[in-house]
């Protein structure tokens, strides 16, 4: 996609978001910062700040589990290498800790594809399982939200054990809502 397509897309993705009554109604949401050819988060993580949402971003620890910190703007994103293997852009706060995520009353989830059961690929590092686990042992329920361009929206992934399904996989031109995900 060009520059401005990719503008257009990460627009329209924050808004059919922001209009989800889940994010509507939700005190904390857990996010991240888009990376490569994902669709774009920063614009969303601004707006969602904006309406005095408490945003909450991953930061990478050398095992792939996640820490977690608030977001106080794209001003306090530092740039992270992790092991030569991908850049990221993370929160420069106070490390809030892995079980911070049990907080949130959303979870916004980055994802390769999404099927029509609500089974998420990710990039196969285990971080997002990790975190989704501590959040269901915590016995909470936060909506489970994957992000992802419309072509990434599939008839069938592989299924693990340990895979949580997601609630809902937003686009940029729609919102699409899964059964199966337990709330």
């Known amino acids: 996609m060009a520059g401005d397509e990719l503008a257009h ?10 209009g989800l009554p889940e994010v509507a109604g939700a005190a904390t949401v857990a996010a991240y910062v ?27 620890l050398p095992d792939d589990d996640l820490d977690w910190a608030e977001y106080e703007g794209r001003e306090r994103l530092a740039e ?4 030569g293997r991908i850049r990221l ?21 980055p994802g390769l594809a ?15 399982d990790r975190a989704l ?18 072509h990434e929206l599939v008839d069938d992934l592989p299924r693990e ?7 809902a996989a937003v686009t940029p031109e729609e919102v699409r809502r899964f059964g199966g995900a337990e709330r």
Do not use: F, I, K
């Open 80 to 83: 992270a290498e992790h092991a």
């Open 9 to 18: 897309a990460a627009r329209d993705l924050a808004g059919r978001v922001l």
């Open 34 to 60: 888009s990376v490569g050819s994902e669709p774009g988060t920063l614009g969303l993580l601004d707006a969602l700040r904006e309406r005095g949402v408490r945003v909450l971003l991953p930061v990478l």
């Open 161 to 167: 054990p340990h895979d949580r399904l997601v609630h």
């Open 114 to 128: 999404v099927d029509r059961r609500g089974v998420r690929m990710g990039r196969g590092g285990g971080s997002y």
């Open 133 to 150: 686990a501590r959040v269901a042992g915590a016995d909470r329920r936060p909506a489970l939200v994957a992000l992802v361009y419309g």
């Open 89 to 109: 852009l993370q929160p420069g706060g106070e490390r809030l800790g892995p079980d911070a995520v049990t907080t949130a009353d959303v979870v916004l989830l």
